[in-house]
């Protein structure tokens, strides 16, 4: 009895591993949805097209990209963990809703390490730490001065209570013995028309959506929250060179499938992207985001996830942030 169970068992995995390269092997025979956790305009959504436009050409099949967002990315990307593990539906998300979202709110919808595949980081840029030209300093150094002679005075702005850049600046206040007000809003546009209008004095957030400003003199860039010099922004110092260490606010950009998707459909996923994103044309379009590409592999992508939780554990708890 115990060899028929053994010989069943192996009959069936083999069977399992066979239907799952013959379904890899098809792949793909209709279109390709990718669910993007965030709003059209939004850094995810700008790599989800630039992404989708590229591999639709290379499968031969329309690549369709839906916005889901809400909830701090949660809404979306639940939607793609609970979707069929076929290879037809993907996501694209950032660090929030796989990392510190399961510290932030009491229950999700989905677990992020059980019912998500990674696939790929497709592409990384940096947090920068920007101040309104009132404040009229031009390094970390004279910030952190002016900071600690007015505790309480000044108030940063964020893309929301426990996004990266209210984690980032909460670390930077407990580590250089701060304290600045947090004003969060609903996305990085208006946390950057907060520092404009003088609701707020600065904030870190992602190149994008300050570089502009910082280029036409309406912003200053001081730092740059990564853990060594970013290439899109090479002169600007980061906050450890200021002595303020382990800030690291990269604003990575990661495409996910639901769990149980076959391997060899998330092997071809991952090369199909690795090589979109550091093709010489995808390249220049992201520099000019102020991306850089990553394409690396789903075991580097989940080392990333748990090197973000580790990171954020202690500023979440520390500081009693909670989105419940």
Known sequence: MKLKQITGSVVATSLLITSGVAAAEDWPTKPVRVIVAFAPASTPDIVARLVSDKLAQRIGKPVIVENKAGAAGNIGTDAVAKAAPDGYTIGVTISGPLAANTLLFKKLPYNPQTDLEPVTIAATQPSVLVVSQQTSVNDVSALLAKLRSNPGKYNYSSMGTG????????????????????????????????????????????????????????????????????????????????????????????????AKTPAAIVTKLQTEIAQIVNSEDIKQKLKMQFMEPVGGTPAEFRATVQSDLARWQPVIKANNITLD
């Open 163 to 258: 996004s990266i850049s209210h984690l980032a600046m909460a670390a930077l206040a407990s580590r250089s013995g701060t304290e600045i007000v947090h004003v969060p809003y609903p996305g990085s546009a208006q946390a950057v028309t907060a520092i404009l209008s003088g609701e707020t004095q600065m904030a870190v957030l992602p190149a994008a959506a300050v570089m502009p400003h910082v280029r036409a003199g309406k912003l200053k860039a001081v730092a740059v929250a990564t853990a060594k010099r970013s290439t899109v922004l090479p002169d600007l110092p980061t906050l450890a060179e200021a002595g303020v260490q382990d800030i690291q606010g990269d604003a990575w950009i990661g495409f996910v499938a639901p």
